[in-house]
């Protein structure tokens, strides 16, 4: 797949196309590391690993969404008794 490279103020860049983004779950706001290999010209891309705390700090907000939306479903139903 190509795509062209594009002038972004003082830097380039490119813009992702839609599957490539679906394919390797992108968000906004991701953080990825480059690589590059000067004898093949290439350019490596990998998504940074989050550190422990990084990822603790993750799971505890999704089981913080996870208890509200439960809390609000169980409203709903005790509402409906």
Same mark, same amino acid.
């Given at each position: 797949?190509?795509?062209?490279?594009?002038?972004?103020?003082?830097?380039?860049?490119?813009? $992702?196309?839609?599957? *490539?983004?679906?394919?390797? +779950? $992108?968000?906004?706001?991701?953080?990825?590391?480059? +690589?590059?290999?000067?004898?093949?010209?290439?350019? *490596?891309?990998?998504?940074?690993?989050?550190?422990?705390?990084?990822?603790?700090?993750?799971?505890?907000?999704?089981?913080?969404?996870?208890? *509200?939306? $439960?809390?609000?479903? $169980? +409203?709903?139903?005790?509402?409906?008794?």
């Amino acid at each position: 797949m190509e795509v062209k490279v594009r002038s972004i103020g003082n830097s380039m860049g490119i813009i $992702f196309p839609k599957q *490539i983004v679906r394919l390797l +779950d $992108f968000h906004a706001e991701d953080v990825v590391e480059l +690589d590059v290999d000067l004898l093949e010209k290439r350019l *490596i891309m990998e998504r940074k690993k989050q550190s422990l705390r990084e990822n603790l700090l993750e799971g505890i907000k999704a089981s913080q969404e996870e208890n *509200i939306a $439960f809390a609000n479903e $169980f +409203d709903e139903l005790e509402g409906e008794l």
